[in-house]
């Protein structure tokens, strides 16, 4: 019989990582996200704000899609059980390292021990908390994204919580890299979405067009994963609801009361009220980023517009070089 002692040294070293300390307000495990399970019902989920995500992992020379952390409003703390390299990026949350202030945007070694803390944000709404070589989470329907209100992804398909452990592999003597001030995205309460007219636009008088495209918006208090319910003038079609439907990422919905509500990551497969649009992914990025009173306008944009801008923001986004830290 193999004693207790010897036993746990046989332990893979899978099982170490980095142990949760303080959750936060909202803390989740994504990749970029799970595709192809809609006819299941099941959601796409992953990072709110790709770019920041990808960004993360880049600086820690992970492939662009191995699981993060995604981190809303802030408050959270965690402890290495091994050496890592680790990055954060997207909202300014006070960083630091055993109680060393740390910038955002670059990669460092940390020690087993450590204690790595983001304190509440200052400006933006999330971040992205990557470690080299990602987190090992077993994968639910071909994707390691949490959806909460599916149940699925992540650790058991539920927010990160105290002691909860996340694996990873061990990481020294790393090129440590950096991503300059000058190319880090900026954050702000202001955002203009770029919009795609649906197919049920004409559902909506060109009056009423006009009034949606000139209005200024505000996020009001129901904003999530799911959704931004939008506060300000009224719209209204010619129809109060059709049969459910297929809904895309960064669907503008017209409910009853006239409000615009944005659909997210972890909105639901199907709906039934009319579309004015269809915010571009790069968008809905930026409204992600927004808190409760966040001024939103739309402008409409074409199809093959939003390609090529998309294009562009990919192309820029692997043009752009990093720094090697001194």
Not at 188 to 199: A, D, G, M, W
């Amino acid at each position: 019989m193999i004693s207790q002692s010897k036993a746990s040294l046989r332990r893979p070293a899978i099982n170490l990582g980095f142990i949760v300390k303080r959750p936060g307000m909202l803390s989740l495990v994504q990749d970029e996200g799970r595709y192809g399970a809609f006819n299941v019902g099941l959601t796409n989920g992953g990072p709110i704000d790709k770019l920041a995500f990808h960004w993360a992992n880049r600086l820690c020379n992970n492939a662009l899609n191995v699981s993060a952390i995604e981190v809303s409003v802030g408050g959270f703390a965690i402890i290495a059980q091994v050496d890592a390299v680790i990055a954060v990026t997207g909202a300014d949350m006070p960083l630091t390292i055993n109680g060393q202030v740390k910038t955002l945007w670059r990669s460092y070694q940390v020690k087993a021990g450590d204690l790595i803390e983001l304190g509440f944000t200052n400006l933006g709404m999330r971040s992205y908390f990557a470690v080299a070589g990602g987190f090992n989470i077993t994968p639910s329907f071909g994707s390691t994204a949490t959806v909460c209100r599916e149940g699925i992804g992540g650790l058991k398909g539920k927010k990160l919580a105290a002691n909860d452990i996340l694996p990873c592999v061990t990481t020294k003597d790393s090129q440590l890299v950096n991503l300059s001030i000058e190319d880090q995205p900026k954050y702000s309460q202001e955002v203009l979405l770029r919009i795609i007219p649906s197919y049920q636009k004409h559902h909506f008088s060109v009056e009423q067009q006009k009034l949606f495209f000139s209005s200024e918006y505000s996020v009001g208090k129901s904003f999530d994963r799911m959704g931004y319910r939008l506060e300000g003038q009224k719209i209204v079609s010619d129809i109060n609801g059709i049969l459910s439907e297929g809904i895309c990422h960064g669907a503008v919905q017209i409910p009853s009361d006239g409000q615009p509500i944005v659909l997210m990551n972890d909105r639901q497969t199907i709906g039934g009220y009319p579309k004015i649009g269809a915010v571009i992914s790069i968008d809905t990025a930026k409204l992600g980023q927004l808190s409760q009173g966040g001024k939103v306008r739309f402008a409409p944009i074409t199809m093959e517009k939003a390609r090529e801008l998309i294009l562009e923001d990919l192309s820029l986004f692997e043009q752009t070089q990093v720094s090697v830290c001194d």
